[in-house]
C-alpha cells in the first residue's frame, strides 16, 4: 500500500479522502469531504485554507486540519 502525499484540496477529492477542522481554542469541530472543502476555498493548499478559517463558535482562527481516510 502507497502512501497519499495530501497537499491541496484537488488531492481530497482525487482520492475520496475526508477532511476533519477542529478550533484548537474551543475544540468544535467539522468533517467535511473534498467537494465541500473546495466549496470553502476553492482549490487551495490545505495551509491557506486553515489561514482563512474562523470558528463560528467561538471566533477562534487556530484549526487544526486532520485528513481522514477514504470511507
Not at 484537488?10 to 478550533?23: N, Q, T, W, Y
Request: net charge positive; charged share 25%; proline share 4%.
Amino acid at each position: 500500500m502507497s502512501a497519499k502525499h495530501i497537499r491541496t484540496i484537488a488531492d481530497l477529492v482525487r482520492f475520496g479522502a475526508g477532511l476533519r477542522i477542529e478550533c484548537g481554542d474551543c475544540g468544535s469541530s467539522r468533517t467535511v469531504d473534498g467537494i465541500e472543502a473546495g466549496k470553502l476555498a476553492g482549490a487551495a493548499q490545505l495551509t491557506d485554507l486553515a489561514r482563512r478559517l474562523k470558528c463560528a463558535r467561538c471566533g477562534g482562527k487556530a484549526p487544526k486540519l486532520m485528513i481522514l481516510p477514504p470511507v
